[in-house]
């Protein structure tokens, strides 16, 4: 079985039941971030291996947690805002992802874009027409 689909399910069934388990707490914004990542921390601790970051490699990590604090302040927005119903919310900001990801990747990274990721990303963007 593919390593990388059993560690997407992994992430798939934790950041789905975060969302659920943020949504019962009924905070907001700004303590959905600072709660998660203290919380996060210990855990992603464990996860630590091999040398320690240094120079451009840790700049470009740190922007990189800078943008997910801003997600996260984003996130806690999403889901304390009254009256919405998170099983349609979440799987649209969650599709949203790999539209982004892949466009930043191309442009970014110089990944390829063949016609089978545009046609994915074009049923993506059904999906999130749909459920809004």
Do not use: D, H, Q
């Not at 388990?21 to 291996?49: C, E, F, H, Q, R």
């Not at 982004?100 to 990274?109: F, G, M, N, P, S």
């Amino acid at each position: 079985m593919n390593t990388a689909l059993i560690w997407c399910g992994l992430v798939a069934i934790f950041w789905g039941s975060m969302s659920v388990a943020v949504k019962m707490s009924g905070l907001t914004g700004g303590w959905v971030a600072i709660i998660l990542a203290t919380g996060t921390l210990p855990i992603t601790l464990l996860g630590m291996g091999g040398a320690k970051p240094t120079g451009w490699p840790l700049i470009i990590c740190m922007a990189g947690s800078i943008l997910n604090g801003f997600g996260m302040l984003a996130f806690g927005k999403l889901v304390s805002l009254e009256g919405i119903n998170i099983s349609n919310v979440i799987p649209i900001a969650y599709a949203l992802i790999p539209i982004v990801v892949t466009i930043e990747a191309t442009l970014l990274l110089g990944e390829s874009l063949p016609m089978s990721k545009v046609a994915a990303l074009a049923a993506i963007a059904v999906s999130i027409y749909v459920l809004s």
